[in-house]
């Protein structure tokens, strides 16, 4: 088993050439979440994890369902050319494991990873969802 990633928060999904998707990771979670964050690295990081994954199937099979896992916290894992994705949230636990739905298994063509650093945009994005929810809970605080 080899798990690609190590920042777990999946930010952004693109469709790239030859049948394949762009996924971009951080340990940033998305501000809107209602759930206790959890950071699994020691500090913010100035760059996103990159993974492009070409599927053997139509990518749009896939695009859809990683389109709705956009904030979720997982692990990409390739074994064999075989894909599977993990909930990280569960995944120190053995018993507790459980893959994405519809995510399992999936024959792929080709996999590459890079890191890529975020641009003065995305730090002010990040600020702005930061403020936007501080404004939200200083409001209902009244």
């Known amino acids: 088993m080899e798990i690609i990633n190590q ?9 790239v050439n030859e049948n394949g998707l762009l996924l971009k990771f951080d340990n940033l979670p998305f501000w809107k979440n209602n759930r206790f964050n959890i950071y699994f690295t020691e500090r913010h990081h100035d760059y996103y994890e990159c993974i492009y994954i070409h599927f053997k199937e139509n990518v749009l099979n896939y695009h859809m369902i990683f389109k709705s896992l956009i904030g979720e916290q997982l692990y990409i894992e ?3 050319q075989l894909l599977n994705v993990w909930y990280a949230e569960y995944f120190d636990h053995i ?4 893959t994405v739905d519809h995510l399992e298994e999936i024959e792929v063509s080709n996999v590459k990873f890079e890191k890529m650093e975020k ?3 995305d730090w002010k994005n990040e600020y702005i969802d930061l403020e936007s929810t501080y404004l939200d809970l200083l409001a209902g605080n009244k």
């Open 95 to 98: 018993e507790d494991r459980n």
């Open 7 to 15: 920042l777990v928060y999946l930010k952004y999904i693109e469709l």
């Open 78 to 80: 390739i074994s064999n």
């Open 119 to 121: 641009t003065a945009q």
